[in-house]
């Protein structure tokens, strides 16, 4: 290489060192010395891809099925200050700014701020006036906090159905407990929205997630429409207080379904809670009862009222008719046990309606432990429903307890005691899922509460009635619908309707203790369905431990019969339909 190509290469060299050294060195001022200001600068020109730092969305809502509100949200405006914030030769001046906003003396807020605490509720639910004072005010070390807070405007009236929302366990926020809020907790959370955003460059758009926290967005929950109806609701609950408290009852249940969809119209239970006020319930072993709904919660022995599912077997699996007829001895024995009618008498010759109306316990004895098969009568127990959960959408729903031939706490005389709703435990929407299912021509339905969800773009899910199974025919529920009719124009006249045609049957539980049957006190109930032959409504009434009359036939009919005169005319059925 001669002297002048060598001299070339050289200038080359020394170039591109140069041209190097200069771009390191701007590297270096663009990374390092102005790094803050173009990441800043950068994150301006990102578009978010959901705009400004979002605040919390509220709960979905719940309605009844006119639209009345059950459940709601409103903000809650929380005043907040930081007296490390504040500087001591600023803390009179605050508090002079402070006491009119808050109708605090001076004295008593400088004596707060000079706590020098990090952050200090002053108010915990401010009026819309001193939050706009305290935006005014413009100070760091004062500000406001929102928050959802969840409303419940019927109080009392629909507790159970609804349920309630509390704070959970380990940090996860606020969440719905038993109830439409336990069930549908999920849907009626806000729906929290993966943080990120678009940055642009010269090869187009792309997704770049932001800083944990940087972004928090979220969507409404879903709002729920149900199918409570808020006026047979306050008329079920108004019915039920009068008759605990006329019948010196602890306590009570009424459920209202429609036969035809298993849509329920009304859930009350007696005494309620308020629950915006759950947390003076929680935690007290006394009280927390309260909180469950005893209606899908907590099981009970039916008594005589579960003869409607014995008898219903017999005459669908054509062991029998109505026009049957067999020797009432006044009691009789079954798996060494013996079963004696609720008088103690003995009523001779009786046939299949003689049984319900008189409620003889040894007619249905009889019909499980002499003419049916027990394979047979308990594939209808199933069939029915009973110790599986109806699937209604509340939460806390229990199973119940059947003992079946072959499990390994059987016993023999569970045949006979069954028959008559005794050693079988059941809630009370699995009994008027069960009756109900005989006002619908046999088609046993799954009971629901939500008849819509509404989804945040307004979409619609509609709620699709579900037939569970046929556990009898049309024709035997026909049958067994006038039988039921005669037990209430011939055995339990308290519970008939003036202007309509009604069928039902009483209950009357003794209730199990550790030590045996408790003697002194019952479960009186009263199942029963109308107007026949066309019936729109099925009701349970369950009374706990009444002192007034142990019988159902007195009391649970009672309160039967003074609703149902209410809810049919609700119903647009007139008199004589």
Known sequence: MDERARRRLGLIIFLLALFTLGLVHRLFVVQVVE?????????????PDLGVRFPDAPRGRIRERGGLLLAT????HTIMACPSCVPEEAVDTLADDLSPILGWSPGEIAALLRGR?????????ATPEQVEAVERLGSPAVWVEDRWEREYPQKDLTAHVGGFVGYGEKGEGRVGYYGLE???????????IP????????????????????FLASMPGEDLETTIDLAMQLAAMEELERGVQEFQAESGIIIVVDPRTGAILAMAVYPSYDPREYYKYAGDPYLEDLLENPAISLHYEPGSVFKIVTMAAALDSGSVTPDTTYVDPGEMECGGESNPNW???????????????HSLNTGVVWLTCRVMDREV????????GFGQRTGVDLDGEVTGIVHYPGDLDWED?????????????????????AVAAVANGGRLMQPYVVERRIQPDGSVLKHQPVVRGQPITPQTAQALTEMLVQVVEEGVPLARVPGYRVAGKTGTAQIPTPWGYDPENTIASFAGFGPVPDPRLAILVRLDRPQASRWGSETAAVVFSRLAARLFPMMGIPPGE
């Not at 008088?343 to 109306?357: I, N, T």
């Not at 005389?413 to 899922?433: C, E, R």
Request: glycine content about 12%.
């Open 35 to 47: 790094g803050a200001t173009y990441a800043q600068e950068g994150m301006e020109q990102r578009i």
């Open 377 to 384: 009568f308990y594939s209808y127990v199933r069939a029915f």
């Open 182 to 192: 336990g069930f549908y907790d999920d849907v009626l959370r806000p729906r929290q």
């Open 195 to 214: 943080p990120v955003e678009r940055e642009a460059d010269g090869s187009g758009t792309r997704l770049l997630p932001l800083e944990e926290g940087e």
């Open 73 to 76: 949200n409103r903000v809650r």
């Open 413 to 433: 005389a569970f045949l006979g005691k069954n028959a008559y709703g005794q050693g079988i435990a059941v809630t009370p929407l699995q009994m008027i899922s």
């Open 117 to 125: 605490e990090e952050g200090v509720v002053l108010v915990p639910d």
């Open 343 to 357: 008088d103690g008498r003995s009523y001779g010759v009786q046939d299949m309606r003689g049984v319900l109306v």
